[in-house]
């Protein structure tokens, strides 16, 4: 399965952005998917998680309120919206499959897309 994020561009804090993340195959739509973030330096950190059908999503504190992770599966996408975007949110941000949903471990994560950069002005 690749994956291909988007979506990704320079804006001001409270801003909003929606990333997309396009799968090959219609695999992905019987997995749970994820998005991680990235800045130089430091771990790659879990951000949001959907499950495989939608029912059911899951957030780090940090966006909570603020980020919603959604899917949909006739057209193997899935999506980050992110509102409020704040200096913070500034990362390279990933999507990623996980046979474990649930799941805020990289590790568990086996599909990868391969980044889009996210960066929030003050």
């Known amino acids: 399965v690749q994956l291909q994020a988007s979506g990704g561009g320079l804006v001001q804090a409270g801003d909003s952005l929606r990333l997309s993340c396009a799968a090959s195959?219609?695999?992905?739509?019987?997995?749970?998917v994820g998005w991680f973030r990235q800045v130089p330096g430091k771990e790659r950190e879990f951000v949001a998680g959907?499950?495989?059908?939608?029912?059911?999503?899951y957030y780090t504190d940090s966006v909570k309120g603020r980020f919603a992770i959604s899917r949909d599966n006739a057209k193997n996408t899935f999506y980050l919206q992110m509102n409020s975007l704040k200096a913070d949110d500034t990362a390279l941000y990933y999507c990623a499959l996980t046979f474990r949903y649930g799941s805020r471990r990289q590790e568990e994560y086996r599909f990868w897309g391969q980044g889009t950069q996210v960066t929030v002005s003050s």
């Open positions: 195959t219609r695999t992905a739509n019987t997995v749970a």
């Open positions: 959907i499950k495989w059908n939608g029912a059911s999503t």
